[in-house]
């Protein structure tokens, strides 16, 4: 056996070596929107902000910040510091002075930075998020080598890091970043093949054909509907008591991935989702796209429906103006934002766009209003629905018939049962059975509806309660949030006057050229879906107290360039993964983690730990169960019945699927609100009740515990093992050598090293010698360790 | 109060050794690392003061805001929805009206009504304790305890339907996606045993309450803060036994083996904190296989002891063993036990829509000796001044009847009780009221964090929870979709004072 260094050893000397550095402070220029606007919305808005303003003193504008007060102070004076109370206030140890009252004192650079600013003159800018969008120009930010050769991206990053003196990143090993792209894109691992001619092309082109194969590929679209499916709230249930399944809600999955597979313009797929009813020609998929609509929760028993009606409403609200224009309206629900310029009157003039939406039910779900039987041929969706209601009146009116004629029965005894009653009992049920039969071969998606042309007001809600009283004051019409000055909405009914037109006219604006947020925001979550972390790390809060971008010219190039590619993204998605920035090393350098350590300046690719999904999926794959399949109603992974009994009716709402199809991809997996497969909610599945922007990543014992000892780990490893043996040679005719040697070649995709195989022949040697551990299964144990290492979990 | 955890062990330009290792990976990675990091490795590193905000580990120890009466608290949950005009809050005059049709408004699964038939409470009230306090022959021996118990008659819920009103009471909304009172708690106070976690959840025998897992979700916050399940029979921590065919020993050599590669890994990526966190959780992982085996033998315990809990009956046996395990819990630094009695739906919990006597009884009968013992356990070895116990359900039942027939009594969420006990709680008190009928809560007045209405809103209670544990409650607060969360809503909410001790 190789020497082998003691772990605590190993991990001390790497310790020693990245953090025997002095403590140094870089300064750089207090910038309004970085280090200013965040900090007074975070810090001073609550009491001196938008919605109040404590002693008459508001922050939010440069007016009301530097007028003067009832007092007689200035809080903020241009360019004299010591005339400015803020900053006596910020830094007075007498608590019935000090500022802010309540929470941390501000940090010596912020208030360094507030010293700075108000020193410079104090000037106030619009901000960034709604400035409108225009296309930086890349020459003036590149460095060194000439513009024309160096990809836009890395123009700007090797701005950023110039400006920091950060020496540009070396790039990654070719195994690392292959497998890293792979994973990126797809959400699976590499081939050992792909890994092998990756290596060994030396062709220029090299990278750029591995990067358009991985954008072809079909798994891309399942990766990356991945992320939409955690914005929108994606669920196959409805939570509450119930927790009843949402019928066809799958079709709004698949449609996501063969949106992303096609790369459907992102504006098509805006108003698709938004309004696929309304739009003048209506599709099966455009349909299926306002599924949207119904993947929230929503309790069938509420205790005060008409609260509940605005809940529901409020739930498309926030997840609507989250997901497509990073801003937190929906903390105007109850009064004006707290922090950013959103009135309370913007919230409602919004909901106004989706007034006229019907609930999902009452008490069961209305098939009139949710279900959309999918035309077939030459069928308008408008007759197809025709259809299906006629049978569904048909179906009720049977079901009628046999609730009457059974009640019929129990009321006059046996004497009522006589061959008539029978014969009359035997063919309706015949007929509800056909029918039924029918409904369910029925393709039909989960949509919205609206209730007609004409919407019901909508009225400003004191303190957010519905059953506040209104007034013609409060009325509000449909209308885009006041700070972005847009137009007033032109809103017409479309011809089939089944809806009012209001989504529809959201839609095109929240696409429209006048809005400059979509884009931003677009741009942003692609950064953030390849490089672990937006450009603003809030990326579904682009509002004052979000995080700035860290490459506002960055951002908005990428924003123009979307625009410019026509809204598609797989071109934007070509250019970054083409960059420096993106095949840069993971590897450290202790000066710059000294000066960057959140690596604010990508001086380095941050590595990261695989999602839920690509985990439970690299095990499948890596045991040989995968199963590629695509498309479909879910599937259900075997939950140990000790989780089947936290039901109140245990198994409910969970089936059971073969082998074949429990190993298909994750994201296919059926999310039931109360009841998460226990691998994917270890591993920080979004929670999917609200729109979730940004995964956890925690790390806790019981995730270890479920790697080593869960039901899964332990049958997929023996899978594994029984793999590994038939691959080395046949499981008698394998030496064990070649067995280890070939585990660590499927698990890692990577040649294995020497001490590592006499590391796992140690290992083996042990288990089998000292613990009495059958050969057999010391394979199947060796492929488990293999399944937890942390190489296998990380991505550099 | 134990805080030692919190207190710096070594210091890097004013940060302690853990803030620095969180803050140095500036990821949210999720545990303690002081298995395998202890001793004094760190004592002679020194580490570049960036400016950058630390990011602790979540479930660290830490401070609370202010001294706190509480360190842990047990959370009886009564599921189903117990009715308080049967139980705690005397109605003398609600007897002679039974079978009386009877003018009062009322909510419930039925909807609204304005007069029904008047269902007199089915068991006779007799005074307990120095206090004097009512208490129906349902709890004999809780009874017994009512010095030390402080009941709120006047607690009022927004929903009186079981899905709403559970999140409700578990989580302070009634729309599903928020986190529960337990990982408010853990969240804000951290845990003070790295075995164990720091927020358990028990279950009936009959099985979980509807709505499930949401019922001890985390919501918006990771799933650090979410309750682990414990289980009295078979494998108390689900994945926490290996397989028989995984001996300890073979699991052990092979984490020494993934240890080793693991830090071999670690070698060239050693500014990577999550990884340090995933190597050290295997052994937290362990560590939690070893301890939490021993925090659940019951063996351990005298035959006096278990047979004061009850587990000497089949009848209580099983609620008993609940209790007796809460209690070994807290005093293993684990904070918020939720112990449920009631599961799944209809009779198999407190929900008596129809026949109350029966349904009454039986669940009282499983869980009068139990409580009772657990409460006479805690105050023998002086942890109940540090535990808080609280007993209560979703929402309480109604002074009429729910059908023509029977003695069933429909959801109220207008006005129930709930009780709580030790942990800095006065004993022997009993606070606000309900009306002649216990139909609504009448009293106190407004101001009581339930806007203008009369009674102690849910909100109330938990305020006064993270009160008592050292927690304000208008500032324990977690950023979320653009908003500082918190467990009582935006508007302010004070503790219950008159509980206070």
């Known amino acids: ?149 160096i990809n836009p991206i890395d123009v700007f990053i090797q701005a950023g890091l110039a400006e920091h003196s950060l020496p540009v990143p070396p790039k990654a090993d070719r195994r690392a970043l292959l497998r890293r792209a792979t994973y990126n894109v797809t959400g699976l691992p590499p081939s050992e093949q792909e890994v092998q001619d990756f290596v060994a092309d030396t062709s220029p082109h090299a990278w750029e054909q591995v990067v358009d194969r991985l954008l072809a590929s079909p798994h891309y679209g399942e990766q990356w509907a991945r992320h939409w499916l955690d914005l929108v709230r994606y669920a196959d249930t409805n939570s509450y008591e119930r927790d009843g399944n949402k019928p066809h809600s799958w079709r709004y999955r698949d449609y996501v991935i063969r949106s992303f597979n096609d790369d459907k313009p992102f504006d098509d ?151 008539l009653t029978k014969k009359d009992l035997k063919a309706w049920h015949e007929k509800v059975r056909q029918l039924e039969q029918e409904k369910a071969q029925m393709a039909a998606a989960l949509v919205v509806t609206e209730y007609g042309t004409t919407a019901p007001d909508t009225f400003v809600l004191y303190r957010g309660n519905p059953h506040a009283e209104t007034s013609p004051e409060l009325l509000v019409e449909p209308a885009f949030p006041s700070v972005l000055k847009a137009a007033t909405p032109t809103i017409e009914p479309p011809e089939n006057g089944r809806s009012t ?78 960059s420096a920035a993106y095949q840069a090393a993971s590897t450290p350098n202790q000066e710059a983690y000294a000066q960057d350590s959140r690596n604010e300046s990508f001086w380095r690719f941050d590595m990261r730990r695989l999602s839920a999904e690509e985990l439970r999926d690299s095990v499948h794959i890596v045991s040989g169960a995968f199963n590629p399949k695509m498309f479909g109603p879910g599937t259900f992974p075997s939950i140990p019945k000790e989780v089947l009994a936290t039901q109140s009716k245990p198994g409910q709402g969970w089936g059971n699927s073969s082998p074949e199809e429990q190993a298909r991809r994750s994201v296919y997996v059926h999310v039931k609100r109360s009841l998460i497969t226990p691998i994917l909610a270890d591993f920080d599945l979004a929670d999917t009740d609200t729109t979730c922007p940004v995964r956890f990543v925690t790390t806790q014992p019981t995730q270890a515990l479920g790697m080593m000892n869960s039901e899964f780990m332990q049958q997929q490893s023996k899978v594994f093992a029984q793999r590994i043996a038939g691959e080395a040679g046949g499981p008698d005719m394998a030496d064990t050598k070649s067995c280890v040697r070939r585990a660590i070649e499927v698990a890692l995709v990577r040649e294995p090293t020497d001490d590592e195989v006499q590391h796992g022949l140690a290992l083996i040697n042990e288990l089998e010698t000292t613990e009495g551990i059958s050969p057999g299964r010391s394979l199947e144990l060796y492929c488990l360790f293999l399944l937890n290492l942390n190489e296998f979990a990380y991505l550099d | 109060m134990s805080t030692n955890d919190s207190k710096p062990r070594g210091s890097f330009c004013g940060n302690t050794r853990r803030e620095f290792f969180w803050e140095a990976g500036g990821s949210f990675a999720g545990l303690a690392l002081s298995g395998l990091l202890d001793g004094n490795f760190f004592a002679n590193q020194t580490h570049a003061a960036d400016g950058v905000t630390g990011y602790q580990n979540p479930l660290a120890a830490k401070l609370p805001m202010f001294a706190p009466k509480a360190k842990s608290v047990i959370f009886l949950f009564m599921y189903g929805g117990p009715s308080h005009v049967d139980t705690f809050d005397y109605k003398p005059a609600l007897y002679p009206l039974d079978g009386k049709i009877i003018k009062v408004k009322t909510k419930g699964r039925g909807g609204e009504r304005s007069e029904s038939r008047a269902v007199g409470p089915k068991w006779k009230f007799k005074q307990y304790g120095e206090c004097g306090k009512w208490v129906s022959d349902l709890f004999p021996h809780i009874g017994q305890h009512v010095d ?110 993934l240890q080793q590669s693991n830090s071999e890994h670690f070698l060239s990526r050693g500014d990577n904190s999550e990884l340090a966190a995933r190597i050290a959780s295997y052994e937290l992982a362990w560590r939690m296989q070893e301890h939490a085996p021993e925090a659940v033998d019951l063996s351990q315990e005298t035959v006096e002891t278990k047979k004061l809990y009850g587990l000497d009956q089949d009848r209580t046996s099983h609620f008993g063993r609940q209790c007796l395990l809460a209690r070994r819990m807290v005093e293993r630094g684990v904070r918020f036990v939720q112990v449920y009695s009631g599961g799944a739906h209809n009779d198999d919990n407190w929900d008596a829509h129809g026949d109350l006597e029966k349904n009454h009884a039986f669940h009282a009968g499983n869980t009068d000796r139990p409580i009772a013992g657990l409460l006479a356990d805690l105050k023998r070895s002086g942890l109940l001044d540090e535990t808080l116990v609280i007993w209560g359900g979703e929402f309480g039942r109604q002074p009429t009847a729910e059908y023509a027939k029977g003695t069933g009594r429909d959801h109220n969420s207008f006005g129930f009780t709930m009780w709580m006990a030790g942990g800095g709680v006065k004993g022997g008190i009993s606070v606000g009221e309900t009306d002649e009928l216990g139909a609504a809560a009448i009293a106190p007045g407004p101001g009581h964090g339930n806007g203008e209405k009369a009674g102690y809103h849910v909100k109330s209670l938990h305020a006064t929870v993270l009160h008592l544990l050292g927690l304000d409650p208008n500032r324990l607060s977690y950023f979320f979709g653009g908003l500082d969360q918190k467990l009582v809503g935006v508007e302010h909410v004070q503790p219950i004072k008159e509980l206070l001790g």
């Not at chain 1, 900053?87 to 360094?112: F, K, N």
Request: net charge negative.
């Open chain 1, 501 to 578: 037109g209001r989504r529809l006219a959201l839609a095109k604006w929240i696409v429209s050229a006048e809005n400059p947020l979509t884009a931003r925001v677009l741009a942003n979550r692609i950064w953030q879906y390849h490089f672990g972390r937006g450009i603003v790390r809030s990326p579904s809060n682009f509002g004052f107290a979000g995080d700035p971008p860290t490459h506002p010219e960055l951002l908005d190039w990428m924003a123009t360039e979307l625009l410019r590619q026509g809204w598609q993204l797989k071109g934007l998605q070509k250019t970054i993964l083409m």
């Open chain 1, 1 to 149: 056996m190789a020497q082998h260094i003691s772990p605590t050893a190993a991990f001390g000397a790497a310790l020693a070596v990245f953090f025997s550095l002095s403590c140094s402070l870089q300064v750089i220029a207090a910038d309004f929107s970085r280090d200013i606007q965040p900090l007074l919305a975070k810090r001073c808005f609550a009491c001196h902000g938008p919605d109040t303003q404590e002693a008459g003193l508001r922050f939010d504008t440069a007016a009301s910040a530097t007028a003067e007060l009832d007092s007689g102070y200035q809080a903020i004076v241009p360019g004299d510091v010591d005339a400015s109370e803020i900053l006596s206030r910020v830094t007075s140890s007498d608590l019935d002075l000090q500022m802010p009252p309540e929470g941390a004192r501000l940090t010596a650079d912020e208030v360094s930075a507030l010293r700075g600013w108000i020193d410079d003159g104090a000037q106030w800018k619009e901000h960034w998020a709604f400035r409108s969008l225009v296309r930086p120009n890349v020459q003036e930010h590149s460095v060194g080598s000439s513009a024309g050769e």
């Open chain 2, 148 to 257: 030390d118990i402080a009941f709120i008659h006047s607690m009022t819920a927004d929903s009186p339907i079981h899905g709403s009103a559970m999140l409700q009471m578990n989580s302070g909304k009634i729309q599903s996606g928020a986190p529960c009172l337990g990982s408010w708690v853990n969240y804000g106070l951290g845990s003070v045993n790295e075995n164990l976690p720091g927020f358990m959840v028990m279950l009936d025998k009959k099985g979980g309450p509807i709505s499930g897992a949401k019922n001890w979700a985390s919501g918006y916050m990771p799933a650090t803060y979410q309750a682990t399940l414990l289980r009295s029979q078979g494998d108390p921590i689900l994945n926490l036994a290996p397989p028989d065919d995984m001996p300890l020993a073979a699991q052990r050599a092979l984490l020494n083996s």
């Open chain 1, 269 to 419: 797929f805006v108003i698709e989702q938004l309004a696929g009813d309304e739009i003048p020609e209506p599709t099966a998929e455009s349909l299926i796209a306002t599924g949207y609509y119904r993947l929230g929760i929503w309790d069938d028993e509420p205790a005060d429906k008409l609260q509940h009606r605005y809940d529901q409403l409020d739930d498309v609200v926030a997840t609507t103006a989250k997901t497509f224009l990073a801003m937190t309206v929906d903390c105007a629900r109850c009064h004006d934002h707290k922090i950013d310029p959103i009135l309370q009157r913007d919230y409602y003039s919004l909901l106004a766009f989706f007034q006229n939406i019907t609930p999902m039910g009452d008490r069961q779900m209305n098939p009139d209003f949710i279900e959309q039987p999918l035309p077939k041929g030459e069928m308008t969706p408008a007759e197809a629905k025709d259809i299906a209601r006629d049978r569904n009146r048909r179906l009720q009116e049977a079901r009628g018939e046999v609730k009457a004629i059974k009640q019929r029965i129990k009321e006059h005894g046996e004497q009522a049962r006589d061959e």
